[in-house]
């Protein structure tokens, strides 16, 4: 699969399982040796949950609209492949809330299409500054935001998610869309 062979568009809410499969597995796989599984657990309950998801897809809000990322199979079938959701700029920052790319998938353009369409969004809405926290320790991340122009800033403890503490800490990364 190239990017060519993927296309970005606006979550519906029958994306909502598709969404959740791609969040639950880029989490599992990525912070396995990396946070305790507790918290990784918390997390994929807290914020992927299939009906939370249909809400947040139905009605946006401050958080910001989802985007999948499908991948075109060249039959009648697609799948979602990536997800993503980047908040409406305030003050012209905006935030990469999430962006998860289903780890068969990763390594084909498909991260780098979802940001780039997130980007040009947030950036037609206003957005001037970019930003994204990443887990201090996951330099897969890190070098992913740094090779499109992020820089870090700021690090500071990770956030409590369901009570359970992850005893890790965050970078936030940021550059210039506008």
Do not use: K
């Not at 991948?71 to 700029?89: D, F, I, L, N």
């Not at 690090?155 to 369901?162: C, F, G, I, K, L």
Request: hydrophobic letters at 40%.
């Amino acid at each position: 699969m190239t990017n060519d062979a993927v296309s970005v568009r606006p979550a519906v809410c029958a994306d909502a399982s598709a969404i959740r499969a791609v969040c639950v597995a880029g989490w599992r796989t990525a912070y396995a040796d990396l946070l305790p599984d507790g918290y990784v657990e918390a997390n994929v309950e807290t914020f992927y949950e299939t009906a939370r998801l249909r809400r947040e897809i139905a009605d946006p809000g401050d958080a910001g609209r989802w985007l999948v990322a499908v991948a075109e199979t060249g039959s009648a079938a697609a799948s979602v492949v990536g997800a993503g959701r980047g908040t409406p700029p305030t003050d012209g920052d905006c935030e990469v809330f999430t962006l998860y790319v289903h780890p068969d998938a990763q390594g084909c353009g498909v991260g780098s299409e979802l940001l780039r369409t997130m980007t040009a969004c947030q950036r037609a809405a206003g957005g001037r500054v970019q930003f994204v926290d990443v887990f201090a320790d996951h330099e897969g991340a890190i070098g992913f935001y740094e090779s499109r122009g992020f820089e870090r800033y700021e690090t500071r403890p990770a956030d409590v998610v369901d009570g359970v503490d992850p005893n890790h800490r965050t970078v936030r990364l940021s550059r210039r869309i506008g």
